[in-house]
């Protein structure tokens, strides 16, 4: 690999390289390396500061990691190169770009490492003689507004891209061409293939469907996109946000995924019964261990306290664990067709902030683990499942909520193993505390001079 990257660099005039690895926040951290270090690295791996499982998602320290910290000093971790993660952004075409793993100084996968987290969980999938195949949608809202302006305001009265309510809009996407062509020619050429862009219901607001791919590229792509479209809004003074819930007058942002299990030839689809209006027994119970354990890893799917502000009626977030045939009101939406090629599962109560890594491991481990138990899901619903009362189904609405069902899931140190689950709860109790520390612009505004 090593001598045909080093024809490739020749052919394509590279001279930098940039190298990174996401965190367990969905933030990708990076550095340029030199050449000479990349031809060395690719072999032995190199350095990375552990800190970036060290802190949060504001360069804060944990008070309460035990993967790394002050009692060990921030030791570099072991970086490895996925050389098959060789991209080049178009608008630097001299530069390199690879993702990379993280692993301990022994070798071992790093705990905290959400990429190798996914890996450990397609491993499971490969060894019962499964191929999956994932996608990620991201709806994401763009502004007028440098990182600069947004700062001085303090993140309010904001400039949207486009005023009011619009959604599929031809007219918005024509008044916006230049940055619509960038961000499908910029994607394409990067390889994150968009199978369709539109606007959305709100001011700014877009949706992007990526095309799915097995698992571990899917997940790449969902993770990149993020990072390659504010560079690519950046390039036009423009700045977006993939929060849930950034405007409590406004829908949120959702960040569905699509997924499906294959042989492993990648011929057959096992969740389609041929050309029936049913999943297979696989896919049932696929969607059985999904349904199911969703309540108890809500905490994976929805990192951030931000993220259950997303969880209230009439904005198109499901409230609790429930599915349905083409019913966009579930938290699964099952996708018979029209062919056997298509059938899927949409799982709908992710939002545009996932750690895509995190988020495609629980879902699939979940799926696994239905697989292997058998689990049946619970009854179809039909018509708005927002109004399903069963206390057995609903999601945690809290963060602080979801981390306690989370503690208490068997299943997810089973499918995730418990030193990232651990890790994950330890990170997410520290996003709860610090919560708690703040004080809000509602709390001001209702109690500062009546009480």
């Not at 209230?312 to 977030?317: D, I, K, L, N, Q």
């Given at each position: 690999m090593?001598?045909?990257?080093?024809r490739?660099?020749?052919?394509?005039?590279?001279?930098?390289?940039?190298?990174?690895?996401?965190?367990?926040d969905?933030?990708l951290?990076g550095?340029?390396i030199?050449?000479?270090?990349?031809?060395s690295?690719?072999d032995?791996?190199?350095?990375?500061c552990d800190?970036?499982?060290?802190?949060?998602i504001c360069?804060q320290?944990?008070?309460n990691?035990?993967?790394?910290?002050?009692?060990?000093g921030?030791?570099d971790?072991?970086a490895?190169?996925?050389?098959?993660?060789f991209?080049?952004?178009?608008?630097a075409?001299d530069?390199?770009?690879?993702?990379?793993?993280?692993?301990?100084q022994?070798?071992?996968p790093h705990?905290?490492?959400?990429r190798n987290?996914?890996k450990?969980?397609?491993?499971?999938?490969r060894a019962?003689?499964?191929?999956?195949?994932?996608?990620?949608?991201?709806?994401f809202?763009?502004?007028?507004?440098?990182?600069?302006s947004m700062?001085s305001k303090?993140?309010r009265?904001?400039?949207?891209?486009?005023?009011g309510?619009?959604g599929?809009?031809?007219?918005?996407a024509?008044?916006h061409?230049a940055?619509l062509?960038d961000?499908?020619?910029t994607?394409?050429?990067?390889?994150?293939?968009?199978?369709?862009i539109?606007?959305?219901?709100?001011p700014?607001?877009?949706?992007?469907?990526?095309?799915?791919?097995?698992?571990?590229a899917?997940a790449?792509k969902a993770?990149?996109?993020?990072?390659?479209l504010?560079q690519?809004?950046?390039?036009h003074?423009?700045?977006?946000?993939?929060?849930?819930?950034?405007?409590?007058d406004?829908?949120?942002?959702?960040?569905?995924?699509?997924?499906?299990?294959?042989?492993?030839?990648?011929?057959?689809n096992?969740?389609?019964?041929?050309?029936?209006?049913?999943?297979s027994?696989?896919?049932?119970h696929?969607?059985?261990?999904l349904?199911?354990?969703?309540?108890?890893?809500?905490?994976?799917?929805?990192?951030?306290?931000?993220?259950?502000?997303r969880?209230?009626p009439g904005?198109?977030?499901p409230?609790?664990?429930?599915?349905?045939?083409?019913?966009r009101?579930?938290?699964?939406?099952?996708?018979?067709?029209?062919?056997?090629?298509?059938?899927r599962?949409?799982?709908?109560q992710?939002?545009?902030?996932i750690?895509?890594?995190?988020?495609m491991?629980?879902?699939?481990?979940?799926?696994?683990?239905?697989?292997?138990?058998?689990?049946?899901?619970?009854?179809?619903?039909?018509?708005?499942?927002?109004?399903?009362?069963?206390?057995t189904?609903?999601?945690?609405?809290?963060?602080?909520?979801?981390?306690e069902?989370?503690r208490?899931?068997?299943v997810a140190?089973?499918?995730?193993?418990?030193?990232?689950?651990?890790?994950?709860i330890?990170?997410?109790?520290w996003?709860c505390?610090e919560?708690?520390?703040?004080?809000t612009d509602w709390?001001?505004?209702?109690?500062?001079e009546?009480?």
């Amino acid at each position: 690999m090593s001598e045909e990257l080093r024809r490739d660099f020749k052919e394509k005039g590279i001279r930098k390289v940039k190298v990174g690895g996401f965190d367990v926040d969905g933030l990708l951290r990076g550095k340029y390396i030199s050449l000479e270090k990349l031809w060395s690295a690719l072999d032995k791996g190199f350095g990375f500061c552990d800190v970036i499982f060290g802190w949060d998602i504001c360069d804060q320290l944990y008070d309460n990691a035990t993967v790394t910290g002050w009692e060990t000093g921030y030791p570099d971790a072991l970086a490895r190169i996925d050389a098959s993660s060789f991209r080049i952004l178009p608008d630097a075409p001299d530069t390199a770009h690879f993702l990379v793993d993280f692993h301990t100084q022994d070798g071992g996968p790093h705990p905290a490492c959400p990429r190798n987290l996914l890996k450990k969980v397609i491993d499971e999938a490969r060894a019962a003689g499964f191929t999956a195949k994932f996608s990620a949608e991201f709806e994401f809202w763009v502004f007028q507004e440098t990182p600069d302006s947004m700062h001085s305001k303090g993140f309010r009265d904001l400039d949207p891209l486009s005023p009011g309510m619009f959604g599929y809009s031809w007219l918005r996407a024509g008044q916006h061409q230049a940055l619509l062509d960038d961000i499908l020619d910029t994607c394409a050429e990067y390889d994150i293939e968009i199978e369709g862009i539109h606007t959305e219901t709100g001011p700014g607001v877009w949706e992007a469907a990526l095309r799915y791919d097995d698992v571990l590229a899917a997940a790449d792509k969902a993770a990149l996109f993020k990072t390659t479209l504010k560079q690519i809004c950046a390039r036009h003074d423009l700045s977006v946000t993939f929060m849930a819930k950034w405007n409590a007058d406004l829908p949120g942002s959702s960040g569905h995924i699509h997924q499906s299990l294959w042989d492993a030839q990648e011929q057959i689809n096992l969740f389609a019964a041929g050309g029936s209006d049913r999943l297979s027994e696989t896919g049932r119970h696929y969607l059985g261990g999904l349904v199911t354990l969703a309540p108890e890893l809500t905490a994976l799917y929805s990192p951030f306290v931000n993220s259950y502000k997303r969880y209230v009626p009439g904005v198109w977030a499901p409230l609790n664990a429930s599915w349905g045939i083409e019913n966009r009101t579930c938290g699964s939406r099952v996708i018979l067709g029209p062919t056997d090629h298509a059938t899927r599962i949409e799982f709908r109560q992710t939002a545009a902030d996932i750690n895509p890594y995190i988020a495609m491991a629980a879902c699939l481990g979940a799926g696994l683990y239905g697989i292997a138990e058998k689990i049946e899901p619970p009854a179809m619903t039909k018509g708005d499942a927002t109004s399903d009362s069963d206390p057995t189904l609903a999601l945690p609405l809290t963060l602080e909520a979801a981390v306690e069902r989370l503690r208490g899931s068997e299943v997810a140190r089973i499918a995730l193993g418990d030193d990232f689950v651990d890790h994950f709860i330890r990170t997410r109790d520290w996003e709860c505390r610090e919560y708690r520390k703040a004080v809000t612009d509602w709390e001001l505004r209702r109690y500062f001079e009546a009480v």
